[in-house]
């Protein structure tokens, strides 16, 4: 039987790379994207795909889009949380973090049905550098007006996310990870002056279908070469900061973020 794979993001870079592999595989897919044109654009050279449209910035889209997501299968073999981008402000958590962790819940019996499933979230090294208010993580902030500090703190979150998820999930089935795709020629960050002048610098950047490379071996490694709640580059397991893997930290997000969410306290 196919596995039905949920990917967000899936209309351009290393979404878009990991959806064709897992169409080449034979995986049933359902694509999220914000983008109406460049999401048909991408479900058009996937036969078979269905496609959702979602905003992540607004949290009742991301509502809705699981919604269609529910219905359009019984289960979910692999859920990729990959949508995202570089912004100032609460935006940025609400977009980068926030909404995957709805839509993650939202979702959590269908992966549950699967009997095993992944849950695999695109992190950055960027988490190095962020400011993350684990207790209030939308709360304004002064260095959140600085888009990647802002961005740095929700990637500092789907580290945090992934850990306390795998505190929680990984004994119902659910086997939750995280990656850095590394520097990664797309369209993301097309704003961002500094960024776009170091893709002049060949070496620094990789293709999204590289990048994609490590995503789709966390979705199809045995369970028992993976570590729950890991965070990877390059098939291998990265370090993060201790701001990034604190026990105490990831457990103060994660009922910061239901509450956020709109989501019942106790999950």
Known sequence: MPR?????????????A???????????LILLG???SRLSAAAAQLPGSVPVRADF???DQVRRAA???RSACDRIDVLV?????????PRSLVVNHLAGFLLAHELEDHLRAAGTSRLITTASLAEAWGVLDVDDPLRASLAHRARWLAYGSSKQANILFTREAAHRWAPGGVLPTAFFPGLVRSRFASSSPLFMLGKLVPVLFTTPDRAADTLRWLADAPASEL??????????LFPATPRSTSRDRAA??????LEAAGLPSVR
């Open 34 to 36: 914000r983008n109406e």
């Open 4 to 16: 039905t794979v949920v990917v967000t993001g899936a209309s351009a870079g290393i979404g878009l």
């Open 67 to 69: 919604a269609e997501v």
């Open 57 to 59: 910035a607004d949290l």
């Open 227 to 236: 570590v729950p709640g890991g965070y990877y580059f390059r098939r291998e």
């Open 252 to 257: 103060r997000l994660w009922q910061s973020s």
């Open 18 to 28: 990991a959806a064709r592999r897992f169409a080449e595989a034979g995986d049933r």
């Open 81 to 89: 949380n990959n949508a995202g981008g570089l912004y100032r402000g």
